[in-house]
């Protein structure tokens, strides 16, 4: 069965950073790309970053130079490390997988087939 699995999230002070992880079980996370999404309350789901089974990456505009997206095939394993984090950041993050590793797309979250449950990421003072 193929899971996904955020952590990282938490409480953070405007300025602060923090490291998502997206951990992946039951299926080899090499051939996939993996997507990172995320959902304010009232709003709707948005993408934020994404990179490809060969390591290319795009950024939503709102977090290019803050946001640095990473992965480690062997330890199956997807990070996203949240530098100078602003109260706008909030919501709740997921990641995805898409089995099209070629491709990295985060205008759409239909193209990701397998979703993790999520982690809050709460910016305040």
């Known amino acids: 069965q193929l899971q996904l699995v955020e952590s990282g999230g938490g409480l953070v002070q405007p300025g602060g950073s923090l490291r998502l992880s997206c951990s992946a079980s039951?299926?080899?996370?090499?051939?996939?790309?993996i997507g990172w999404f995320r959902q304010a309350p009232g709003k709707e789901r948005e993408g934020v970053s994404c990179i490809t089974r060969n390591g290319d990456t795009n950024y939503d505009l709102s977090v290019k130079a803050r946001f640095t997206i990473s992965r480690d095939n062997a330890k199956k394993t997807v990070h996203l490390q949240m530098n100078s984090l602003k109260p706008e950041d909030t919501g709740v993050y997921f990641c995805?997988?898409?089995?099209?590793?070629?491709?990295?797309?985060?205008?759409?979250?239909?193209?990701?087939?397998?979703w993790g449950q999520g982690t809050q990421v709460t910016v305040s003072s």
């Open positions: 995805a997988a898409d089995a099209n590793g070629h491709r990295c797309g985060i205008l759409s979250h239909r193209w990701y087939d397998t």
């Open positions: 039951g299926f080899a996370l090499d051939d996939y790309a």
